[in-house]
């Protein structure tokens, strides 16, 4: 597949052939689902936690005797069934998300990229040359290359610091690096502007 490469004034400046490992599969959406499944839960904190009986304080010795005050048996003051005693079967801290092979994850990834390929929600950028953060230069040539107001995915080779403080501020605008791309922020992007260098990137390191 070819796609049209761009300055970042707008103008069509030629053309380059997308790698088909990377941008021409058969998209899997079970592997998909499973990878943004895991990538969510992942993000849960899963920090709540409880107090047993044995971490409460208190319940070191014995309320009363065993026997002939009336009350009910009991041992110590830190029993679930009484006011300040420990919690039975509550919440403790533990991680959500569960280990999924690579394979399955660079799968995951080359799926959604095939897709946006396929509907042509791919588009490529000579370079991004950022001299100073400025959120406006960002908008105007989103703006000339009709991206406004969509949600978009921007991926660069390396940390383009500029670029990234640049795109804080831009409702839907994302910033990321080549390599690190995360396929949820892929899914949820209406459109990938990607760099040539970047794009060397994403073929080298999900083909």
């Known amino acids: 597949m070819t796609v049209k490469v761009y300055n970042q004034e707008g103008a069509e400046v030629g053309s380059v052939d997308l790698n088909a490992k990377v941008f021409g599969i058969e998209p899997n959406e079970a592997v998909v689902h499973q990878y943004v499944t895991n990538y969510l839960a992942r993000q849960r904190q899963g920090n709540a936690a409880s107090k047993t009986r044995s971490d409460v304080s208190g319940g070191g010795k014995k309320p009363w005797r065993q026997k002939g005050t009336g009350h009910a048996r009991s041992g110590t003051s830190s029993s679930p069934v009484w006011r300040g005693g420990g919690t039975v079967f509550g919440p403790h801290p533990r991680n959500y998300g569960?280990?999924?092979?690579?394979?399955?994850?660079?799968?995951?990834?080359?799926?959604?990229?095939?897709?946006?390929?396929?509907?042509?929600k791919i588009k490529v950028v000579e370079n991004l040359q950022m001299p100073e953060i400025k959120t406006k230069s960002v908008v105007t040539m989103l703006g000339k290359l009709e991206l406004v107001g969509k949600k978009c995915l921007i991926l660069d080779e390396g940390l383009n610091e500029n670029l990234a403080m640049s795109c804080r501020n831009i409702p839907g605008v994302t910033y990321s690096r080549a390599s690190l791309t995360n396929g949820y922020e892929l899914l949820k992007a209406d459109y990938v502007l990607l760099t040539k260098p970047g794009l060397e990137k994403v073929e080298e390191v999900f083909s």
Request: glycine share 0%; hydrophobic share 35%; charged share 35%.
């Open 98 to 120: 569960s280990n999924m092979p690579k394979k399955m994850k660079r799968l995951a990834i080359q799926s959604v990229f095939s897709d946006k390929a396929k509907s042509e």
